[in-house]
């Protein structure tokens, strides 16, 4: 039984991926065991227009996984009257927000973004981090993003008790000694989609505990079956696979922490 908490709907603005539909989105996760996915969409990055797209994500999820996919709406911090966004994705029952500050153009300590992560600590919203969706590598050439500099997090977290706080797709963004800090200084948890390396999972563990790690695929950007693999070559023992695969996850939507 495994939660995959990293996947989009939609499609990636410039080219078209395997897997992208939804029934497929659905059905080759389903295959491999996932019980439920955690799902944001790929219009939030370019689209102005977010209560759209957030409403658009919650009816894809009950039409095409509606028991399987659950909706992580996305707030703009530097948009005008971006609370109001926010309580749309609070009124339509969605448990938590996914961000892109790369996308959207803000730092991790911008003070607009830090009252969006206070109002959704007040609230119980679990707050997604999506800090690489793309190697700057393999960008488009007249999209070239500013890496996120996540610097500011262990601050950040530290003056938020309650705020419960997901990275994805963190690795090579933020180095052990800081990764170490920032997990250290609150709720605060990573995915493996992003994850590098022979035992590349065991490896995280020197620096994560177990409990704060989550199963995350970046599908359908990556082949799902790359997070599997990923699960599999590390060898960990049944109950630590058990709690990233699921029991954190369970753990961290129920706000039992």
Same mark, same amino acid.
């Not at 939609?10 to 996932?34: I, N, T, Y």
């Not at 800090?131 to 938020?160: F, G, N």
């Not at 800090?181 to 035992?199: L, R, Y």
């Given at each position: 039984?495994?939660?995959?908490?990293?996947?989009?709907?939609?499609?990636?603005?410039?080219?078209?991926?395997?897997?992208?539909?939804? +029934?497929?989105?659905? #059905?080759?996760?389903?295959?491999?065991?996932?019980? #439920?996915?955690?799902? !944001?969409?790929?219009?939030?990055? =370019?689209?102005?227009?977010?209560?759209?797209?957030?409403?658009? =994500?919650?009816?894809?999820?009950?039409?095409?996984?509606?028991?399987?996919?659950?909706?992580?709406?996305?707030?703009?911090?530097?948009?005008?009257?971006?609370?109001?966004?926010?309580?749309?994705? $609070?009124?339509?029952?969605?448990?938590?927000? $996914?961000?892109?500050?790369?996308?959207?153009?803000?730092?991790?300590?911008?003070?607009?973004?830090?009252?969006?992560?206070?109002?959704? +600590?007040?609230?119980?919203?679990?707050?997604?981090?999506?800090?690489?969706?793309?190697?700057?590598?393999?960008?488009?050439?007249?999209?070239?993003?500013?890496?996120?500099?996540? +610097?500011?997090?262990?601050?950040?977290?530290?003056?938020?008790?309650? =705020?419960?706080?997901?990275?994805?797709?963190?690795?090579?963004?933020?180095?052990?000694?800081?990764? #170490?800090?920032? /997990?250290?200084?609150?709720?605060?948890?990573?995915?493996?989609?992003?994850?590098?390396?022979? !035992?590349?999972?065991?490896?995280?563990?020197?620096?994560?505990?177990?409990?704060?790690?989550?199963?995350?695929?970046?599908?359908?950007?990556?082949?799902?079956?790359?997070?599997?693999?990923?699960?599999?070559? #590390?060898?960990?023992?049944?109950?630590?696979?058990? +709690? /990233?695969?699921?029991?954190?996850?369970?753990?961290?939507?129920?706000?039992?922490?």
């Amino acid at each position: 039984m495994t939660i995959d908490v990293n996947v989009h709907l939609s499609h990636w603005p410039f080219r078209r991926l395997p897997g992208d539909e939804p +029934a497929e989105l659905v #059905s080759q996760p389903r295959r491999l065991g996932v019980q #439920s996915a955690w799902a !944001g969409s790929f219009d939030a990055l =370019l689209h102005r227009d977010l209560a759209g797209v957030n409403s658009r =994500l919650v009816e894809d999820c009950r039409r095409h996984g509606k028991d399987f996919l659950v909706p992580f709406g996305t707030v703009n911090p530097l948009m005008p009257f971006w609370d109001d966004d926010y309580n749309r994705c $609070r009124e339509m029952k969605m448990p938590g927000l $996914r961000l892109y500050p790369a996308w959207h153009g803000y730092s991790l300590n911008h003070p607009e973004f830090v009252k969006l992560l206070r109002k959704a +600590a007040g609230d119980g919203m679990i707050v997604q981090i999506d800090l690489r969706l793309e190697d700057e590598r393999t960008q488009h050439p007249l999209v070239r993003l500013q890496p996120v500099a996540p +610097a500011p997090l262990p601050e950040v977290v530290a003056a938020i008790p309650r =705020l419960r706080l997901v990275l994805l797709n963190h690795f090579g963004i933020l180095k052990p000694e800081l990764l #170490s800090k920032t /997990i250290a200084a609150g709720q605060v948890f990573v995915d493996i989609a992003t994850v590098e390396g022979v !035992g590349g999972i065991a490896k995280l563990l020197e620096t994560v505990p177990a409990a704060r790690v989550l199963f995350g695929s970046h599908f359908p950007f990556f082949y799902f079956e790359a997070a599997e693999l990923k699960m599999k070559e #590390s060898n960990l023992e049944p109950a630590i696979e058990k +709690a /990233i695969r699921s029991e954190n996850a369970k753990r961290l939507l129920t706000g039992s922490q």
